[in-house]
């Protein structure tokens, strides 16, 4: 098992928002977890990453208790987390903007695998991030977190504010990280972008989990899928 989350309770405040929720992602493996807006799938993220302590509950990751862990101390054990709205240093370069995430500034090797994943990266370097088009910064934020040499990647709503041709080359990307062995955790809105990558899926509502499997099986659960549409937008396939 590569990651596991055993029984979590978080609470903001007075609101209870995640529920006693367990789950677990495998070595190589590819999982979703979906669910409308509010239901706790971004605080289930930021849990993992010890942004959030939870008050009752365990995370594991490869049998090693990270509860407790700030998550700098995360990051170097394997998990790769790329937030939802990116949060580059704007005002800071390319190459500054990837040293700032490596654990070894002269780790050449990191960043060959990162350009030759990216290339459009490596004539970028001096350029600011706040200059970068949406599918430029996309691909540094991704880069940031590969340049942690991470086992699993945690990706929240990277669809967001990209346009329909980069969510297409957004797929490739995701499914070329994980033939490279690494795990992938991903929340997105987009089901069936989503559903063509994962391998099982989870859905979140009322900060608990409500149903999960395989993917293939979750196809024919129409049902649950688009429980109704004032949770999930079925003409555009959004949850």
Excluded at 49 to 73: A, C, N, Q, W, Y
Excluded at 84 to 96: A, I, K, W
Excluded at 120 to 127: D, F, G, I, P, Y
Excluded at 137 to 142: A, D, E, G, R, Y
Aim: aromatic content about 6%; charged content about 25%.
């Amino acid at each position: 098992m590569l990651l596991s989350i055993n029984d979590i309770h978080v609470y903001y405040g007075k609101s209870y928002i995640l529920q006693g929720i367990s789950l677990e992602v495998n070595e190589g493996e590819v999982v979703a977890l979906l669910g409308r807006n509010g239901v706790g799938k971004t605080t289930t993220l930021m849990t993992i990453m010890g942004l959030v302590k939870p008050r009752l509950g365990k995370t594991f990751l490869k049998e090693v208790d990270i509860t407790s862990l700030p998550p700098f101390k995360i990051a170097r054990l394997g998990i790769g987390y790329i937030p939802q709205g990116r949060r580059l240093f704007p005002d800071m370069s390319v190459l500054e903007n990837l040293k700032a995430a490596m654990r070894n500034t002269s780790d050449t090797v990191v960043l060959d695998d990162i350009f030759d994943l990216f290339p459009a990266l490596k004539s970028r370097l001096s350029q600011k991030a706040l200059t970068l088009s949406g599918g430029e910064q996309q691909m540094l934020t991704i880069s940031r977190a590969l340049a942690t040499k991470p086992d699993i990647l945690l990706l929240d709503e990277p669809t967001t504010g990209l346009m329909p041709a980069l969510v297409s080359k957004l797929g490739d990307t995701i499914k070329k990280l994980n033939e490279r062995g690494i795990a992938i955790f991903i929340v997105e809105e987009k089901i069936p972008f989503t559903l063509s990558l994962a391998e099982r899926a989870y859905i979140m509502d009322k900060g608990r989990i409500e149903y999960s499997g395989k993917v293939e099986d979750l196809r024919q659960e129409k049902e649950i899928l688009y429980r109704n549409q004032k949770k999930c937008d079925v003409k555009n396939g959004r949850c």
